[in-house]
């Protein structure tokens, strides 16, 4: 390893002193003459053509998506997993080159950061859901698709006022009421990237920091039911210790977390930094969307107006829910039963998810009005079991209050008892 290391300095040396040389020795227009015809030769025999990617671009110095793309596929360690490329032709909204290279199936990209490795996996985006198939209330849909547009034409208005061009989305509602399906909608409709984020995946908020800085722009960054993440849900930790014979209340966040936790480390903290710290402005035109079934979970922090801009409520079918399901589903905007389904949803909960699934015909030849007829049936069903349940909360509700009158009294007559 020495006389190697010698063998190269003593090389270095060599070019060093005749570039000296050459540059003292030889005047400037010669030195200029012998540049040009050198490059001649050399083009002769080396045939390539050097393109430089600059890393950042642009007046606030944002990531290059190029320059990220080259970096992956020609580093050395994906290059040893990543070695297949595929091309695609795309529909590109305002552009004349819709070929779009990536990986092929089954690859992986890996980068790796100081020694730290962080993955992201590529897959086809290839959901079809849209905002004209999309169930919700069509003012709602109108109301939502009208903020995407600003977001998404705001670039010199997110500057003029001093804020980084990002926007975040809390979707929330029981399960089955469309929030992926939403999502999905949101990406086809601004045409941008999804990013999957899996906090329990992430080991620290170092490596959260870096896959999000080394997100692309125009990005959907989704992370799908926060309040299974992590001890990401409530309030802050309470400690209750012991000083000196008295209770004394700490309050502990993040990074104060006990060292012996296993798995990931990402804290709140760190979580509400990436969202909406310093690191959150590099790039721009991204969107960052948190999914829950239980909103009142969450950490007020992580939720507020500036973090999640915009909070969407997604909630039980209601009529113009089952409308928009009746088209996508059995092609039919009007029908006798309609009026039926109705007041059958005022009087119950359903979910689209169970109302589509009810909708769906089951062979090829099954009728209209029988599909209707069995979301009917599981509308009667629902408003039946919803009574029993309720009707069985009364009964126990009026079990404990005869319980404690019935106690009260025994104590009153006690005490008279007592006292006679």
């Given at each position: 390893m020495p006389q190697t290391w010698t063998q190269l300095g003593s090389f270095m040396a060599s070019v060093m002193f005749i570039s000296a040389m050459f540059t003292r020795l030889f005047p400037p227009a010669l030195q200029a003459h012998l540049k040009m015809y050198t490059k001649k030769f050399f083009s002769l025999v080396y045939p390539y053509i050097r393109i430089t990617f600059h890393e950042f671009t642009g007046e606030r110095l944002m990531k290059s998506e190029a320059y990220t793309s080259i970096k992956i596929y020609l580093s050395e360690h994906s290059s040893q997993r990543a070695t297949k490329l595929k091309g695609e032709v795309v529909k590109v909204k305002d552009t004349s080159t819709p070929l779009i290279l990536s990986?092929?199936?089954?690859?992986?990209?890996?980068?790796?950061?100081?020694?730290?490795?962080?993955?992201?996996?590529?897959?086809?985006?290839?959901?079809?859901?849209?905002?004209d198939t999309l169930a919700m209330k069509p003012k709602?849909?109108?109301?939502?698709?009208?903020?995407?547009?600003?977001?998404?034409?705001?670039?010199?208005?997110?500057?003029?006022?001093?804020?980084?061009?990002?926007?975040?989305?809390?979707?929330?509602?029981?399960?089955?009421t469309g929030k992926s399906t939403m999502i999905a909608a949101m990406a086809n409709f601004m045409n941008y990237d999804v990013y999957d984020l899996e906090l329990t995946a992430v080991k620290d908020n170092s490596d959260l920091r870096k896959l999000l800085i080394n997100t692309s722009s125009k990005a959907i960054i989704v992370i799908e039911d926060i309040d299974c993440s992590l001890d990401l849900t409530g309030q802050r930790k309470k400690k209750t210790e012991k000083v000196k014979g008295k209770e004394k209340s700490s309050t502990k966040r993040g990074d104060e977390d006990d060292d012996d936790d296993v798995g990931s480390k990402v804290t709140l903290s760190g979580l509400l930094n990436v969202v909406d710290g310093i690191w959150s402005a590099c790039g721009g035109e991204r969107i960052m969307i948190f999914t829950t079934n239980f909103v009142e979970k969450l950490d007020p922090a992580l939720i507020r107006r500036g973090r999640m801009d915009k909070h969407i409520e997604l909630t039980y079918c209601c009529y113009e829910t089952f409308k928009v399901l009746a088209k996508n589903y059995l092609n039919v905007e009007s029908?006798?039963?309609?009026?039926?389904?109705?007041?059958?949803?005022?009087?119950?909960?359903?979910?689209?998810?169970?109302?589509?699934?009810n909708l769906m015909p089951k062979s090829l030849d099954e009728e209209v009005e029988s599909n209707l007829h069995s979301l009917i049936q599981a509308l009667e069903i629902s408003k039946e079991d919803a009574e029993k349940k309720k009707a069985e909360t009364e009964r126990k509700e009026s079990n404990v209050q005869e319980s404690k009158a019935s106690d009260k009294l025994g104590e009153g007559m006690e005490e008279n008892g007592i006292i006679n």
């Amino acid at each position: 390893m020495p006389q190697t290391w010698t063998q190269l300095g003593s090389f270095m040396a060599s070019v060093m002193f005749i570039s000296a040389m050459f540059t003292r020795l030889f005047p400037p227009a010669l030195q200029a003459h012998l540049k040009m015809y050198t490059k001649k030769f050399f083009s002769l025999v080396y045939p390539y053509i050097r393109i430089t990617f600059h890393e950042f671009t642009g007046e606030r110095l944002m990531k290059s998506e190029a320059y990220t793309s080259i970096k992956i596929y020609l580093s050395e360690h994906s290059s040893q997993r990543a070695t297949k490329l595929k091309g695609e032709v795309v529909k590109v909204k305002d552009t004349s080159t819709p070929l779009i290279l990536s990986m092929d199936d089954n690859e992986e990209i890996i980068e790796e950061f100081q020694g730290v490795k962080v993955w992201w996996s590529h897959v086809v985006f290839e959901h079809p859901a849209t905002f004209d198939t999309l169930a919700m209330k069509p003012k709602m849909k109108e109301d939502i698709i009208n903020d995407l547009v600003r977001f998404k034409s705001g670039k010199d208005y997110y500057a003029k006022v001093g804020k980084a061009w990002k926007r975040g989305y809390l979707l929330y509602g029981p399960p089955g009421t469309g929030k992926s399906t939403m999502i999905a909608a949101m990406a086809n409709f601004m045409n941008y990237d999804v990013y999957d984020l899996e906090l329990t995946a992430v080991k620290d908020n170092s490596d959260l920091r870096k896959l999000l800085i080394n997100t692309s722009s125009k990005a959907i960054i989704v992370i799908e039911d926060i309040d299974c993440s992590l001890d990401l849900t409530g309030q802050r930790k309470k400690k209750t210790e012991k000083v000196k014979g008295k209770e004394k209340s700490s309050t502990k966040r993040g990074d104060e977390d006990d060292d012996d936790d296993v798995g990931s480390k990402v804290t709140l903290s760190g979580l509400l930094n990436v969202v909406d710290g310093i690191w959150s402005a590099c790039g721009g035109e991204r969107i960052m969307i948190f999914t829950t079934n239980f909103v009142e979970k969450l950490d007020p922090a992580l939720i507020r107006r500036g973090r999640m801009d915009k909070h969407i409520e997604l909630t039980y079918c209601c009529y113009e829910t089952f409308k928009v399901l009746a088209k996508n589903y059995l092609n039919v905007e009007s029908h006798h039963l309609f009026s039926r389904i109705e007041k059958l949803l005022e009087e119950t909960k359903m979910t689209p998810a169970d109302v589509a699934e009810n909708l769906m015909p089951k062979s090829l030849d099954e009728e209209v009005e029988s599909n209707l007829h069995s979301l009917i049936q599981a509308l009667e069903i629902s408003k039946e079991d919803a009574e029993k349940k309720k009707a069985e909360t009364e009964r126990k509700e009026s079990n404990v209050q005869e319980s404690k009158a019935s106690d009260k009294l025994g104590e009153g007559m006690e005490e008279n008892g007592i006292i006679n």
